[in-house]
């Protein structure tokens, strides 16, 4: 049961937990990612290449369900313009073996922050504008899940 | 890129002996001062063909839709 | 932050998800441990040494704080008799980085299997009853964790 | 454990040469054949005293509870 979902909108994170606690997994795991207020952020923009967006997030999930054995994934990432506090992106996983939920759900963070096709621009209380800087170590983190 | 090609999208045609996305990128490098910045840092980008990612080594041949990327920064 | 709890009673995982979520720390991760209706499995018995379970969790969730920066850590353990699909344990954990969060989830749920202070029963369809055994694969996943 | 040794918990005084919680299991595993079953795979079995776990080698003096427990199976 893979469901992913791209949407402007927020998501209910424990509706979504209940969702894969019910599947009789045994293991379920979680992510949920959130805008943190840092340096005076008001507000953070998050772009997507829209034609390609749900295609990747499908594809990374496939990929975990054929690496693991999982009874369920859920994908959800959010697009638009965020606020400090608000949920970005929420990643569940249920197996029966807690250390597939676990693994299978770290995995799918470090790919959907390096593989999925979204850009995030951040605006501060100053008026300042700035594109965040893809990082080294998430391309490390990625890296340790390589085959 | 979008920015600092000062455009969204451009119709291209390149010539014969552009084959793989490395070759697109070195030969729109040539296209003008915005295009060389935005291109600089060639080994960091990444491009999808036709909305898949593909490695840099893709033939572009047949090709109706090329996006070149910075590193995403999602999740 | 740190909430331990060891109860009988259900827990609601979602509304401790969203509690989690709203401290402002950029990344939650969790794990529910759910009884597997294996092989006719009627109930699961969960025996705990009642003087020093909390004593434990609390001394688990301190460690987890101690070696992740973390802005919250959350531990409910159910003891009892528990029915297949029904949830035994949750971990949930805040952090600024997600890598902080996520190994600090594994980290708890791995320490719980070999230092909390329970043990489980089975009881199944045919009036078989049996503990279950300690499992060597849950030892070597804790002692990935040893400084 | 409750089982094997067929109750709950009992009161000992063992000798003085019984200093740590090994000795302690050497010595119980003398005190009959349920006692020494349920301490055969004595390597594997975990300890409190006074509610809180400690390695074999602990002193034993001036413990007021000890447990003795089979691998425990949470989480």
């Given at each position: 049961m893979i469901d992913v979902r ?5 998501f209910d994170s424990g509706a979504e937990l209940a969702r894969l606690e019910g599947l009789g997994g045994?293991a379920v795991a979680s992510?949920t ?28 999930a ?8 999982l009874s369920g994934v859920t994908l959800i ?13 929420f990643v569940g996983t249920a197996s ?5 939920a676990?693994?299978?759900c ?42 | ?75």
């Amino acid at each position: 049961m893979i469901d992913v979902r791209v949407q402007a909108e927020d998501f209910d994170s424990g509706a979504e937990l209940a969702r894969l606690e019910g599947l009789g997994g045994g293991a379920v795991a979680s992510f949920t990612g959130l805008v943190r207020g840092d340096g005076g952020l008001v507000e953070m923009l998050l772009e997507q290449y829209p034609g390609m967006t749900v295609a990747a997030l499908q594809d990374l999930a496939g990929q975990a369900a054929a690496r693991w054995p999982l009874s369920g994934v859920t994908l959800i990432h959010r697009h638009g313009a965020l606020t400090p506090g608000a949920r970005i992106v929420f990643v569940g996983t249920a197996s029966r073996h807690r250390a597939a939920a676990l693994d299978a759900c770290a995995f799918l963070i470090d790919w959907l922050k390096t593989r999925a096709p979204f850009w995030k621009r951040e605006r501060f209380e100053d008026g300042r504008v700035a594109w965040v800087e893809a990082k080294r170590e998430d391309d490390a983190a990625a890296d340790r899940w390589a085959l | 890129m979008r920015e600092a090609f000062g455009l969204d999208g451009e119709q291209v045609d390149p010539p014969a002996e552009v084959a793989t996305l490395r070759d697109l990128l070195d030969w729109l490098a040539t296209r003008g001062a915005g295009h060389a910045a935005a291109l600089a840092q060639r080994d960091r980008l990444r491009a999808a063909i036709d909305q898949k990612f593909v490695p840099m080594e893709t033939s572009i041949a047949g090709a109706r839709e090329i996006a070149i990327f910075p590193p995403v920064t999602g999740g």
